[in-house]
């Protein structure tokens, strides 16, 4: 009889994305990595977003009701880049590591995966409870207002503790290390780019620490386009991959 001989990694390469797929991994990577500065052109120039969630609730609220169409539209993009981040991680991984078989794979898939769930929880406030928030204060008494100011201060205290602590920074840093990780130990990706991931991941977990009581080193739009900027690179390197 025929003696059965265990599975190695070369045997597993053929599981791994087809040329196709490995086409539509690097749009995701690429895409998504432009896409994550369309938020900040559409907000930004209307409200002045990021710099205005620093602003007092009552800014914030008149902010939102003066604009409403750019701020669905603005937070909507940022919506849409927030949940491709997952399967463009998803694929660069199952890339990575041939197939979402293995253990790595799956690890980055789960966080990235919960790294999404988060950012939406986090984003959606901002196209629902906000702008209706924003329309009752518009028309509110000083008291009312005032207590108005108050649910969108612990709203957003709370969304932002899912969406930023969470989902853009420990989530999306664990999913970008295990991804860099195992590409270091394993090869799967080029050895600088996967150094430069870990890099990444180390200033996305940096994001929580004032969380923590610790204070700030990384500001988010520094460590936001270091992770666009990692992720473009990823996607020129699976598209250069795939033509040789």
Do not use: C, K, N
């Not at 196709?20 to 977003?49: E, M, N, S, Y």
């Not at 207590?147 to 420990?170: C, H, K, M, N, P």
């Amino acid at each position: 009889g025929s003696i059965h001989m265990p599975h190695t990694a070369t045997d597993s390469a053929p599981a791994g994305p087809s040329s196709g797929a490995r086409r539509v991994i690097a749009a995701l990577l690429i895409g998504d990595a432009l896409l994550a500065f369309a938020p900040v052109v559409v907000l930004g120039t209307v409200i002045g977003w990021p710099a205005s969630l620093s602003l007092p609730a009552s800014q914030q609220l008149a902010l939102v009701s003066g604009h409403p169409g750019a701020v669905a539209a603005g937070y909507g993009l940022y919506l849409v880049y927030s949940l491709l981040i997952a399967p463009a991680l998803i694929g660069l991984a199952a890339l990575a590591f041939g197939g979402l078989a293995r253990p790595f794979s799956a690890t980055v898939a789960a966080f990235a995966a919960l790294s999404a769930l988060a950012r939406a929880i986090g984003i959606v406030r901002w196209l629902t409870v906000m702008p209706a928030l924003a329309v009752a204060h518009s028309a509110a008494s000083p008291a009312e207002r005032a207590q108005i100011e108050l649910v969108f201060d612990a709203v957003t205290r709370y969304g932002g503790g899912i969406g930023e602590v969470l989902g853009v920074s420990l989530l999306m840093a664990m999913a970008v290390g295990t991804l860099a990780i195992g590409a270091l130990r394993t090869g799967g990706l080029p050895r600088g780019l996967a150094a430069s991931g870990f890099g990444v991941a180390l200033l996305l977990a940096a994001l929580a620490l004032p969380a923590l009581g610790l204070p700030g080193v990384v500001s988010v739009a520094f460590a936001v386009t270091a992770l666009s900027a990692w992720m473009l690179a990823s996607g020129v390197w699976v598209l250069l991959r795939d033509r040789g």
